[in-house]
Every structure is written in structure tokens, then in C-alpha cells.
């Protein structure tokens, strides 16, 4: 190979190194485009304080329900758990972004009535591809943005599955319930006095919010069951009929 061969061959090698690079900056430039496009509508929209992050969940279309995360997304008050950790709207909005969960209404009645994610089974955890469901009465009926604020923090905080991959219990749904009621206080659920970790008052927490369908999940997921306080030492039940607070099974 003489000189001038070579000199040839490095030149078409880094003519088509550029052209790569090229190629990459102009695809970066397309989605910095598309990301900007998606967001415009809700920067022009929504009141200035709001932070509209610069990517919005890719599998969220609705405009309803990509208001309701960007909504959640503003949230960064902590709200203190079982465990002493804290947990904000944001983290849970994130949670959404970083596993590109999609956001759907439930138009063919996927969760019966209510809002959900489907599991593959009781104890499996969630297929990736499976979205969040959301309660069309939320929009027909016009319970109104806060309430589906509130909805999403409790849907997205079961797909962060907070006690690892194991079936649904009473406990996840009062700090589902718990974290949504945080994040839009009215809806009216009321947690003042109530150990979630103490098992008698767990069961009369649902029983005085009447969702009472959640006493046939089981109690407690295992990593929790080291912090379950002796229901017998628990004092607040003088007074109270047993079977107003029993367990069902
Ligand atoms: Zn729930």
C-alpha cells in the first residue's frame, strides 16, 4: 500500500467517523425537538410556578393525565413513611419517567371500578408494559385534577412495589392511601390515631374509611412483619367492640 493509498483510506475512515457523529447530533437534535414540541402545549398552559420538566413520559398521551404528572411532578413536600423514610410527588413522578410506564384511562373497565395496575399474578409483580389504569369517573364525573393528582401517587407508589415483589396487602393500601392523601388532602381520608403497624388498628383504619373489599388481602408483607407492633399492648381499642376492628382472616 504506497502513501497516497493510505492517506485515502484515513481520510474516508474519518469522513465517515463525521458523518456518524452527524448523524447522532441530528438525531439528539430530533428528539431535543420532539421533547420540546410535547412540552410546549403545558408550559403555555399551566400557571408559570409549575416546573414542566424538559421530557415528559414518553407512553402518556392523554392531556388530562400528563397534566396530572407534571402536577405530581411539583410536589417535593416529603412525606415521612412506616420506616422513617421520606417520599415526595416528584420521586413518584419520576418513578413513572425512569420505567416509561404508561398512562391510560380505563376505558374497557381493566380494574373493575377503580384505578390500577394489572400484576402478571397475585404474588408476580407487574408486567413492564403494563400501565396504569386510571378510573374514567375521574374524568366523566369531574372529581377534578387533585383527586387524579391524588390517584396517581397511590398507583405509582404500588409500581415502585415498596416490599419487593409479593401480593397486594392491607398495609401497601393504607400507605398508598396514606401518600395520596398527603399529596391532595382532600379527599378526605383520615389517618390521625391510627397505627398502620399495629394490626387491630390497620383493620379498623378500613373499616372507618369503608373500603372495607381491602380485609381480603392479607395484612402485612414479610420485610415488615419485624415492625408489627403487638396488637394487645395496643390500648386504643377500650371501648371498641371486637369484631368493629377484628381480623376477617
Ligand atoms: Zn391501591
Same mark, same amino acid.
Given at each position: 500500500?504506497?502513501?497516497?493509498?493510505?492517506?485515502?483510506?484515513?481520510?474516508? !475512515?474519518? #469522513?465517515?467517523?463525521? !458523518?456518524?457523529?452527524?448523524?447522532?447530533?441530528?438525531?439528539? /437534535?430530533?428528539?431535543?425537538?420532539?421533547?420540546?414540541?410535547?412540552?410546549?402545549?403545558?408550559?403555555?398552559?399551566?400557571?408559570?410556578?409549575?416546573?414542566?420538566?424538559? *421530557?415528559?413520559?414518553?407512553?402518556?398521551?392523554?392531556?388530562?393525565?400528563?397534566?396530572?404528572?407534571?402536577?405530581?411532578?411539583?410536589?417535593?413536600?416529603? #412525606?415521612?413513611?412506616?420506616?422513617?423514610?421520606?417520599?415526595?410527588?416528584?420521586?413518584?413522578?419520576?418513578? *413513572?419517567?425512569?420505567?416509561?410506564?404508561?398512562? *391510560?384511562? /380505563?376505558?374497557?373497565? =381493566?380494574?373493575?371500578?377503580?384505578?390500577?395496575?394489572?400484576?402478571?399474578?397475585?404474588?408476580?409483580?407487574?408486567?413492564?408494559?403494563?400501565?396504569?389504569?386510571?378510573?374514567? =369517573?375521574?374524568?366523566?364525573?369531574?372529581?377534578?385534577?387533585?383527586?387524579?393528582?391524588?390517584?396517581?401517587?397511590?398507583? =405509582?407508589?404500588?409500581?415502585?412495589?415498596?416490599?419487593?415483589?409479593?401480593?397486594?396487602?392491607?398495609?401497601?393500601?393504607?400507605? =398508598?392511601?396514606? #401518600?395520596?392523601?398527603?399529596?391532595? @388532602?382532600?379527599?378526605?381520608?383520615?389517618?390521625?390515631?391510627?397505627?398502620?403497624?399495629?394490626?387491630?388498628?390497620?383493620?379498623?383504619?378500613?373499616?372507618?374509611?369503608?373500603? /372495607?373489599?381491602?380485609?381480603?388481602?392479607?395484612?402485612? @408483607?414479610?420485610?415488615?412483619?419485624?415492625?408489627?407492633? *403487638?396488637?394487645?399492648?395496643?390500648?386504643?381499642?377500650?371501648?371498641?367492640?371486637?369484631?368493629?376492628?377484628?381480623?376477617?382472616?
Amino acid at each position: 500500500m504506497n502513501k497516497t493509498t493510505t492517506f485515502s483510506l484515513m481520510t474516508i !475512515a474519518l #469522513i465517515s467517523t463525521v !458523518a456518524a457523529s452527524a448523524f447522532v447530533v441530528k438525531t439528539a /437534535d430530533a428528539k431535543t425537538q420532539r421533547d420540546a414540541d410535547r412540552r410546549a402545549p403545558y408550559v403555555n398552559a399551566l400557571s408559570p410556578e409549575l416546573t414542566v420538566p424538559a *421530557v415528559l413520559p414518553a407512553r402518556i398521551d392523554d392531556p388530562v393525565l400528563m397534566e396530572a404528572w407534571i402536577r405530581l411532578y411539583n410536589r417535593q413536600n416529603p #412525606i415521612q413513611l412506616w420506616d422513617g423514610s421520606t417520599l415526595t410527588g416528584q420521586m413518584l413522578a419520576q418513578f *413513572v419517567l425512569d420505567n416509561n410506564i404508561a398512562m *391510560v384511562w /380505563d376505558t374497557e373497565g =381493566a380494574c373493575g371500578s377503580g384505578s390500577c395496575s394489572l400484576k402478571k399474578c397475585a404474588d408476580c409483580g407487574y408486567a413492564s408494559d403494563s400501565p396504569i389504569y386510571m378510573m374514567v =369517573a375521574e374524568q366523566t364525573f369531574g372529581l377534578g385534577m387533585e383527586a387524579l393528582v391524588s390517584t396517581l401517587a397511590h398507583e =405509582a407508589f404500588h409500581r415502585t412495589e415498596p416490599f419487593g415483589v409479593v401480593s397486594d396487602t392491607r398495609f401497601e393500601e393504607f400507605w =398508598a392511601f396514606y #401518600i395520596g392523601a398527603k399529596i391532595t @388532602p382532600e379527599v378526605g381520608l383520615h389517618f390521625d390515631g391510627y397505627n398502620s403497624l399495629d394490626p387491630d388498628n390497620l383493620n379498623l383504619w378500613i373499616t372507618d374509611s369503608r373500603i /372495607d373489599a381491602y380485609l381480603q388481602l392479607p395484612a402485612y @408483607p414479610d420485610s415488615v412483619q419485624t415492625l408489627i407492633s *403487638v396488637a394487645s399492648t395496643s390500648s386504643n381499642f377500650e371501648g371498641i367492640p371486637t369484631h368493629a376492628y377484628a381480623a376477617t382472616n
